[in-house]
């Protein structure tokens, strides 16, 4: 069965760091994967989606960036961070691309920039 | 732009009743998706049910069903014989022939024991 695992489950990182959280899907093969923030007290927000290997496709301009260097990994980074993107970060995949295909979730990342 | 409307920010019911969670959408798509998740306090999104839209037919998976009128746009979720385990946000989201779900802001139902 395909599992989706992303790190560190929890962050705390001073304004002006860097920042990666990682996510790994197995069990499939060139799934399309995704990144989601959730700021408190709010529905998701796609952030990056990704369709194969170093293609990126971003959602929404803003202090973060993703790469996809292998089939089945998903990074997102930030070279310096601002308080406003603390929140909890959600990496997803689904099989193929396409409206019936159910995009399934990792376990999230929390991330407070102080 | 796909919009999905949650008016319910808060619901409440006893354990053993049923509970109906409201959800609207815009699209003038005619072919899409429409999903129920389940955040638990664990913050992990749980898939609950799926529509797909060109289905007349509610979708059921056990003791969550849907009501599903595409004239209207409207995505309810029926969850019958809640139980404690139900309680957690529910998020609606709308998924079309484009990548990504676009989601509504989520209901918190609270369920009395």
Known sequence: ?114 | AQTVTQSQPEMSVQEAETVTLSCTYDTSESDYYLFWYKQPPSRQMILVIRQEAYKQQNATENRFSVNFQKAAKSFSLKISDSQLGDAAMYFCAYRSAADGLTFGKGTHLIIQP
């Open chain 1, 1 to 114: 069965s395909q599992t989706i695992h992303q790190w560190p489950a929890t962050l705390v990182q001073p304004v002006g760091s860097p920042l990666s959280l990682e996510c790994t899907v197995e069990g499939t093969s060139n799934p399309n994967l995704y990144w989601y923030r959730q700021a408190a007290g709010r529905g998701l927000q796609l952030l990056f989606y990704s369709v194969g290997i170093g293609q990126i496709s971003s959602e929404v301009p803003q202090n973060l960036s993703a790469s996809r260097p292998q089939d089945r990994q998903f990074i997102l980074s930030s070279k310096k961070l601002l308080l406003s993107d603390s929140g909890f970060y959600l990496c997803a995949w689904s099989v193929l691309k396409g409206a019936g295909n159910t995009i399934y979730f990792g376990e999230g990342s929390w991330l407070t920039v102080v």
